[in-house]
């Protein structure tokens, strides 16, 4: 049995993730893999799940955080794009 790099539960239905950048994790969950890998909103704080907003090397969770540092011609709706 495995344990999780996260919270240290033993799980026989592991799995590892690595990352772009070649580190190796295991988890027994997509929770804790989020918690320890997905990037945070260079606004807010709160994990990008999704795919988020990049500009240059930040990464923002929606059109609203990115707009609030400085990002224009995003928009989280294709309906009301921002030029």
Do not use: W
């Not at 580190?23 to 969950?29: A, L």
């Amino acid at each position: 049995m495995n344990r999780c790099d996260v919270c240290g539960n033993e799980y026989e239905r592991t799995f590892t993730l690595r990352t772009a950048d070649g580190h190796e994790y295991v988890f027994d969950s997509f929770e804790c893999a989020v918690h320890r890998c997905a990037p945070e909103c260079a606004h807010c704080g709160c994990k990008v799940i999704g795919h988020g907003i990049q500009a240059g090397d930040r990464v923002f969770c929606c059109a609203h955080c990115a707009q609030e540092e400085g990002v224009r011609a995003v928009s989280d709706n294709a309906a009301h794009p921002v030029f």
